[in-house]
């Protein structure tokens, strides 16, 4: 069995303050857009991940979906499965391909076995293995708020626009980008924004993260600027970097971009 994971936008982010736990309050709003990786379950005489695709830092035996897959096979004694990934969106780009790949290989595991497990219990396993990672059992457009691990439902849509990602050689790691970043209550919550006029999105929907990224790597914010220069009703890093995207009006061909960096067009 396989299924595709996409990948997600984060419509704006506000980091609100630092917890006790090492974790930051958050306010974002997550947005899944078409770009895909493929998990596929064999079953096998010993359970293993096998990467293919994009270059994944680190070995494929501490894979998050590895990881994902072993939980439920404690709890639920289930066989031996082969974990094939074929890595297509970005990696360290902000974009939560990992994630998706875990929390749907949780769904792929719950169908495959027959489970019956309930969305809040999938969610539950997908919140231990990162904080965004739970939003893809639902995978719809969603208010996250806490560390970005509670969610309530969003009314947005995005369809009759042309998203345009942008993915420049440069991998931002959750780390790095937490290190240096300042936090602050916002005036207005991000979901109360969210729901202005696009057009308004500009100068009141910020990423909070872009300030110490963009001192780190210039080019990111080149890359923001290009997309406003070139007719962008809104463009944003999304989440911790690397990847900017970009809703513009009408289709739109970025060739300049295009010479050094990835550019995924319609999302």
């Given at each position: ?62 894979n ?18 082969q ?49 965004d ?16 691990d ?6 947005i ?5 042309f ?13 790095e ?43 990111i ?36 971009l295009?010479?050094?960096n ?6």
């Amino acid at each position: 069995m396989l299924s595709f994971a996409n990948a997600k936008l984060n419509l704006g982010l506000f980091l609100t303050e630092k917890r006790d736990d090492g974790y930051h309050n958050l306010q974002t709003v997550f947005y899944p857009v078409k770009l895909y990786d493929v998990v596929e379950l064999i079953d096998a005489e010993e359970t293993s991940c096998i990467i293919k695709g994009i270059d994944i830092p680190g070995k494929a035996d501490d894979n998050i979906c590895l990881k994902a897959f072993k939980q439920l096979q404690t709890d639920f004694n289930l066989p031996n499965q082969q974990i094939v990934l074929l890595k297509n969106i970005p990696v360290g780009a902000g974009l939560g391909g990992g994630s998706a790949d875990a929390a749907f290989l949780i769904k792929l595991v719950n169908d495959k076995f027959k489970l019956g497990l309930s969305i809040e219990k999938m969610q539950s396993y997908a919140r231990n293995l990162g904080a965004d990672c739970a939003f893809f059992i639902e995978n719809k457009p969603a208010y996250a708020f806490a560390k970005g691990d509670e969610f309530e439902d969003i009314e947005i849509d995005l369809s009759a626009y042309f998203i345009v990602l942008v993915k420049p050689p440069v991998h931002v790691s959750t780390a790095e980008a937490y290190a240096n970043v300042k936090v602050k209550q916002p005036l207005i919550s991000l979901k109360e924004l969210i729901h202005l006029p696009l057009n308004e999105w500009r100068d009141k929907i910020v990423n909070d993260f872009e300030t110490s990224v963009f001192a780190k790597y210039p080019q990111i914010d080149e890359i923001k600027t290009k997309l406003y220069a070139a007719g962008a009703t809104f463009a944003l890093m999304s989440g911790s970097g690397s990847s900017v995207f970009a809703i513009f009006e009408k289709p739109i061909q970025l060739s300049e971009l295009e010479k050094e960096n990835q550019v995924f067009y319609g999302i």
